[in-house]
């Protein structure tokens, strides 16, 4: 299973929230970003949380700054809302693109970005909650899209999305473990490679998650020294 480190970022800022509110400053992306290439994570995801709330981008100059050093595949979003957006990134060194909000916001533009940059360079991110069958959300949380979780896995496999990433909202930053409950649906979609994250607590995890789902992605219990790529490594073997 790969072992992914996504970093939230505002302007030059790592950021941390907690069920995706309260965002907390912590640190210079760029360190953070080279620390986890050096200690041998797998692969990297930058995203401008909140681009979709208030309308802006994940900065190509930012990318471009961390690629310098880094030689593992990154993925980056936040506020991609239309072809040129992912198209910008691409060419400032990530290797996939990560969409959500368009997805709910303007198909047809999601369409377009997977057809320009290919299936297998684009990410579809899926917020949800455990409440109300996993109801799925978009916008950092704030907005319904009227799915359940697996209505929405379906949507985003229909419009060609090489991958997915299922973040719970519910355990989003609380070290509360990664859910469990979603296990009997991603096992109706073992044709497309599915990613979780949202809260991780332990490497102890990944010995469950590890033959149902291609990666793990994680971000608080990193960024605050809970575990090291080390621990996630030695649990993966």
């Excluded at 992306?29 to 981008?57: C, F, P, R, V, W």
Aim: some cysteine; aromatic content about 8%.
């Amino acid at each position: 299973m790969r072992l992914i480190a996504r970093l939230d970022i505002k302007n030059d800022y790592l950021i941390k929230s907690v069920k995706y509110d309260g965002v907390r400053k912590i640190g210079d992306i760029k360190s953070y970003a080279e620390k986890y290439y050096t200690n041998k994570i797998d692969e990297l995801i930058i995203t401008n949380i909140t681009g979709s709330l208030y309308k802006t981008k994940l900065e190509s100059s930012i990318i471009k700054k961390i690629r310098k050093n880094i030689h593992i595949p990154i993925t980056g979003g936040g506020g991609i809302s239309s072809v040129n957006d992912a198209e910008t990134l691409i060419e400032n060194g990530c290797d996939k693109v990560i969409i959500n909000s368009i997805i709910h916001e303007d198909v047809s533009i999601a369409k377009q970005i997977i057809k320009h940059v290919g299936s297998s360079s684009v990410v579809g991110s899926i917020q949800y909650t455990n409440s109300d069958d996993f109801n799925s959300h978009y916008r950092m949380g704030r907005e319904k899209t009227g799915l359940n979780l697996r209505d929405t896995i379906k949507k985003y496999n229909d419009i060609g999305v090489g991958e997915i990433v299922l973040t719970n909202i519910s355990n989003e930053g609380t070290y509360s473990n990664l859910d469990r409950d979603i296990i009997g649906i991603i096992d109706e979609f073992k044709f497309i490679p599915i990613l979780i994250g949202g809260g991780f607590r332990s490497p102890e995890e990944l010995s469950f998650f590890n033959k149902k789902f291609s990666a793990v992605v994680i971000s608080s219990a990193l960024h605050y020294n809970k575990i090291t790529v080390n621990d996630l490594i030695i649990n993966n073997l």
